[in-house]
């Protein structure tokens, strides 16, 4: 591929031909302002926001259309680029009606970074703003025409990614405003919601974070949308221990820059408060809270007592780290058979203009881990039945994750040592022995293996419940004192020896995995979805 | 070794009488008495004149109507350096954001009134008040209502006739 050298601020950037200014700009650390522009849509250039002054140009070029050439020497932050990205600010702030207090947007807000960095220190304008008032897109979306900087990424969003046209710019000159066609709203598209994300200043916003946090008080947790098995990167945020909104994170083999409505929109289970806080222990004279220490010292000596294949029931929630760590503990008391259930959609929900992305029928995110660990499916598509020999087993019965909304009361009953490790109370586990406390997604490190075989890392967002641990430490622990192995101290390991033994996940760590992810081995032997 | 004996003289009675001193210190008692630029002040019969700039317990400014003025921007929870500031906004019936909660932990307070300084509206204010006991510690943290119902003066943080101090 031929490239292009030219000059940008004084510094010399190298960049394939092709290459916008604006990209260009990016090599080398400087960001030009803009708005329209966005990386997965097409460029209109009518912001007027991202222009640079190019040496030999008659007039300001915008740097998101103006491809790069060879020798150019472009000036992005003096003289007639500063002085003209001043002047359109002043513009984008003739009508805005300046309500960061109220404004949701405000704190990741682009016009309140730009005016503060090179605007206009005083407003010059005498004139009364327009009024819009406020709309309701319908779906989770709320339209505040007052602050809408006309950048109409959200129309070609509806156009290119959604492939819905639901949105149009109406009116002309300074009476334009975005809307739906009459009283049609978005007609709840599934998704909706990145017009939210993408809206560059607090126009487009969520109704159900309308007001509930400031964006400069939320933590950001990078992890991975436990909705679907297409395993979307996404970021949580969070507030003093609680999970407030879900917003996608680039990842170009899998979700791009988008996610959809329905996983974003399933995080309140995360900030549940009926949770198993300690370990309680059945014995003669009735339940008992021994702590770890003597939970697992009197689990152990009750696991050394039953030898013989095992039944198991996971949860396709549970991250790679705890299945292989049950699947280890199976092996280690004489194999068995691991089963899971998790719900199905009747169909699949691609996005049309980046089909990669698609809210796949496994409403679990790590179904295809499950599969790669040799679990087996079992129960109809909402995630019932299918228990009826883990039910009526006589050995040892281990159940992680699964809340067994469906089960009787006697579940298990007959088993001769009932574990249960789960993140809340079942009323299905009152035959347990044992009821361990397990740690959500959202509180522990791991990794989920999406419907690509792709293997992706999460962090904990959240402080874990009470005492609860991840089960791949509990399950580990376990096994490793049945072997008289060291324990493994943090999930990188717990993944380090999950990769030893199973062949898709030989040769991949923590650190190769990154924050993006990495595909497991010889993903043809299973992409049968794909 | 032998005792010795130290042997003190008295001072003769005009030097070691006491009506000396006492008619000093009475005649400067009867000179204040008099003096015309006396200070001291019988408070609380009479109250104490507070300096402008005084900065105490807060107050929250309401509208006309009794809604409070804040608009749970969630500024003054951010820049408070004590963190005595607890807010959680939402939405009333009218559409506007307010503040569901609104307290403010006036032991925590370090009264820096970088509160009124931060607020867009004009809401919270410091204020001229210094007369704050209670009996229990928990009344110490003010609520909306509470902030809302006090009387007292604010505090004027700047001169309004030359706000940046030019």
């Not at chain 1, 089960?471 to 380090?496: D, H, K, N």
């Amino acid at each position: 591929m031929s490239t292009v050298t030219l000059t940008i601020d004084g510094r010399r950037v190298t960049v394939p031909e092709g290459t916008s200014l604006l990209h260009a700009a990016e090599e080398i650390g400087v960001e030009v302002p803009h708005y329209c522009y966005h990386p997965a849509l097409s460029a209109p250039a009518q912001c007027r926001l991202c222009l640079v002054d190019v040496e030999g140009a008659p007039k300001p070029m915008p740097s998101c259309v103006t491809q790069a050439q060879d020798g150019q020497v472009v000036r992005t932050d003096e003289g007639l680029a500063r002085e003209m990205r001043k002047g359109v600010l002043e513009f984008y702030l003739i009508n805005h009606p300046l309500d960061c207090p109220i404004c949701d947007q405000s704190g990741e807000c682009k016009l309140q970074d730009y005016v503060h960095s090179e605007g206009r220190a005083h407003g010059r304008g005498v004139e009364p703003k327009r009024v819009f008032g406020r709309d309701d897109f319908g779906g989770d979306v709320l339209f505040y025409g007052d602050r809408c900087v006309m950048c109409t990424r959200c129309v070609r969003f509806m156009e290119e990614m959604a492939q819905d046209p639901v949105l149009t710019v109406v009116e002309r000159g300074d009476r334009a405003v975005i809307d739906t066609f009459f009283e049609q709203g978005l007609k709840d598209s599934p998704w909706s919601g990145n017009i939210v994300d993408i809206c560059p200043v607090g126009a487009l916003v969520s109704k159900d974070f309308l007001h509930k946090a400031r964006a400069w008080d939320l933590d950001h947790t990078p992890s991975v949308c436990p909705n679907c098995s297409q395993g979307c990167n996404i970021d949580i945020h969070t507030r003093d221990n609680v999970v407030h909104r879900l917003k996608p994170r680039e990842n170009p083999e899998v979700n791009g820059h988008w996610m959809c409505d329905y996983g974003r929109g399933q995080y309140e289970w995360m900030n549940r408060s009926d949770r198993l806080e300690e370990p309680f222990v059945r014995g003669e004279g009735g339940w008992s809270a021994p702590g770890w220490d003597g939970a697992l010292a009197s689990l152990r000596e009750r696991l050394e007592g039953c030898r013989g294949p095992v039944h198991a029931v996971a949860s396709a929630h549970a991250s790679n780290e705890d299945l292989g760590a049950l699947r280890e503990l199976a092996e280690r008391l004489g194999g068995g058979d691991i089963v899971y259930r998790s719900p199905r959609a009747p169909d699949e929900v691609p996005m049309p203009g980046f089909p990669v992305l698609t809210r796949r029928r496994d409403l679990a995110p790590n179904t295809r881990g499950a599969e790669l660990l040799g679990l087996r499916r079992v129960g109809s598509d909402d995630a019932t039945g299918g228990l009826d020999e883990a039910a009526a087993a006589t050995g040892a019965l281990i159940v992680l994750g699964d809340e067994l909304a469906d089960q009787p009361e006697d579940f298990g009953s007959r088993a001769e040592l009932f574990v249960y490790l789960g993140a809340h109370p079942a009323q299905a586990a009152r035959s347990a022995h044992f009821v361990l406390p397990v740690t959500t997604f959202a509180e522990q490190e791991g990794t989920f293996t999406n419907v690509q075989t792709r293997v992706q890392r999460f962090e904990p967002a959240l402080r874990a419940a009470g005492d609860a641990q991840p089960a791949w430490q509990v399950l580990g622990s376990l096994t490793a004192s049945l072997a008289g192995e060291p324990v493994p101290a943090s999930a990188a390991e717990a993944f380090g020896r999950l990769a030893a033994g199973v062949p898709e996940f030989e040769g991949l760590g923590y650190d190769r995995l990154g924050v993006h992810g990495a595909p497991a081995n010889r993903p043809a032997a299973v992409a049968g979805e794909r | 070794m032998a005792i010795s004996v130290k042997v003190i003289r008295r001072p003769e009675a005009a030097r070691s009488s006491y009506l000396r001193a006492a008619l000093k210190g009475m005649s400067l008692t009867f000179r204040h008495m008099v003096n015309p630029r006396k200070v001291t002040r019988s408070y609380p019969e009479e109250p104490t004149e507070l300096h402008p700039r005084w900065r105490g317990t807060h107050r929250m400014e309401v509208h006309a109507d009794g809604r409070p003025k804040c608009v749970a921007c969630g500024l003054c929870p951010t820049v408070c350096p004590a963190n005595c500031i607890r807010l959680v906004g939402g939405e009333d019936d009218q559409g506007n954001r307010y503040p569901i909660v609104y307290e403010i932990d006036e032991f925590r307070c370090i009264f820096c009134g970088m509160c009124q300084e931060v607020c867009p509206v004009e809401a919270i204010h410091v204020g001229q008040h210094f007369e704050n006991a209670e009996y229990t510690r928990e009344r110490f943290v003010y609520d909306l209502d509470r902030l809302m119902e006090q009387e007292h003066p604010v505090t004027a943080l700047w001169d309004p006739s030359d706000p940046a101090s030019e």
